[in-house]
């Protein structure tokens, strides 16, 4: 039941982010590479900090991005 966000940084990998998932910066936009099935769909909050990045090139905000299986 961990973000995306808080998964990288126990596992070592530096995700930037401002406000440490508060979510207000949108600074922790990543791209999910495979696995896009095994997220849930980008809140409203989420879609109103990424804008038409998300429409764009799929960018999401990791520290909001939880998922259920694999993903790269």
Known sequence: ???ILELAHDNGIHIQSVCKG???C???RIQIVEGEYNVVPPSKAELNLIGTGW???RS???CQ???FGDVT
């Open 1 to 3: 039941n961990q973000s």
């Open 22 to 24: 508060v979510p207000s």
């Open 26 to 28: 949108a600074e922790c």
């Open 55 to 57: 429409f764009v090139d």
């Open 60 to 62: 999401r905000l990791s």
């Open 65 to 67: 991005l939880r998922c």
